[in-house]
């Protein structure tokens, strides 16, 4: 019997996960039924947001154990039972994370067809949806203006990366925030920001500062908490914030909190929330702008890719830690089968 | 010789502050030198922006003992050296807690001049600043769509007061949140708003609920604290927050802080800091439309006065506590001397 390789959760984690907490599983290789589609996954996605459907407080709910972890590929159709969809079409499938997937061709929140003109990978992140979180944020939520600063945290992730690139293909001055000299230099001399702070040095807000002597126009945040509060800090008059996540918080209980309301106040600021949803309708309107950034070298990206469904959980607790630089993808199986 | 009676700091405040922090001065008449005016004040408004002022992190400086205490006037026009004004005329002025004020003509900031078609002490509240305030964040920042619910806290406040009215007069449903059945009562019999919750009773966030079962649309925040936070609980998708003040933290030194943020992402929320001054160029439209409303009966005022500079002290401790209802006005002299 053809079998399916799963990563099923072991048991719920107790703040930053532990690879024991997941546990690989199998069962027999789907089949397609009427209407149907069989995927074969090619690259897994890891993202923050998974972290918060395995407790339960992102997605439709809490895990219990051996159940599949919620998560997307990128993968091949390999049977069709669907008008939309032939065998050798490119899809990214919101499958969980396991080797086969089969799923209503016509579910559009759960299967999306892709045209590549780029690396496959790719569709899971720059031109993904962490690609369209930072179109989000930096085109309809808070555009910067010609020559403003815009700054974004987790820098070198698969958001950040975006963001700053796209504020810089607007025209606006980018600054941008990490937690290691690698990936400030990541930041900067790959996708080209202007400067980049690490945090993790002792005087991150006083290079912050340098680093801004206008103050802060756009902030784009994905991290929350005492970042949160430093950045709120710096903003200049009619400052605009994108809460887009909170990745300080995700491996902790209680509460998504500032500390440092005033100055949205004093600078009358604007803070809004950014959830990528929002902007599914816009997804081919941002794939062919960001596809023309890639090839004209605007919009450059970074991996951490590793091999083998049965090295995801580890590869997510590197995510989770921090450890991991660029977009965390697993490749499950060649591209051609 | 024509003694000017003033209000100064005898000593500052340490939180709410005392009658005691406070005491009664006085200085010579002063004159209208070249290009000024001489200007007897009528009507003095105390407003929560002075504890600030005092303590000097709203305005210019921290103030120290024997100065007067910062606040604005209504006032008669009875000298004048300057082209734009004459003997009789009304203004408003920046004069501080003291019975006559003398400033140049043209300073704009400091003096503008009333074509009074409504109770003159209403241009300190419902058609002055506090009036403005609501229109800055009604009309400008977080307008409510028809049938939307705005909620408004300090509800029987100056400010509170006429932002529900403005939004109540734009078609949208209009629910305050007062800290006594006096003031809910107030807000809705007075001011017509379709609901008020007492935050003084145990279960108001439960009555909160019940009085906006589709949640809320806007929020005027003019509180700030566990207030806020229990709003954005309840926050529709695409609310917006305007913060106005944090008068729940004026008398604590610390964070004006939240621990609720994670509704603003997942109700993809915006926030927006509200500064009265970015609104003064709007001054005479703001003022025709109010008092249209206000001729209209769409625009009910409630002041809590005394008569007396020496009782301005005790009249502003009431206020910081909460404990007066309406716009604190203190009437320094008789409008026709």
Redesign the interface.
Known sequence: MAVNLQVQLARQPEGVPKPGDFQIGQGPRPAAGPGQILVRNIYLSLDPYQRGAIAGTFGPARLNQGDVIMGRCLGEVVESHHPNHKPGDIVVVESGWQQYFAVDGGAAGLVRKIKPEAPLSLYLGALGPPGLTAWGGVERLAPPGLGETFVVSAASGPVGSVAGQLAKAKGARVVGIAGSEEKCRLATQKFGFDACVNYKTADWTAALKAACPGGVNVYFDNV?GAMLDALLAELAAFGRVV????ISQYNVTG?????????????????????VY?FLGETDQFIKAATALWKQGKLATHEDRVAGIENAPAHFVKLMKGENVGKAIVALAPEKA
Request: glycine residues 14%.
């Open positions: 929350g809460l887009c996540g909170f509460a998504r909190a500032t500390n440092n309301l005033g100055p949205l106040i004093a600078k009358r600021a604007t803070m809004k929330g950014l959830v929002d």
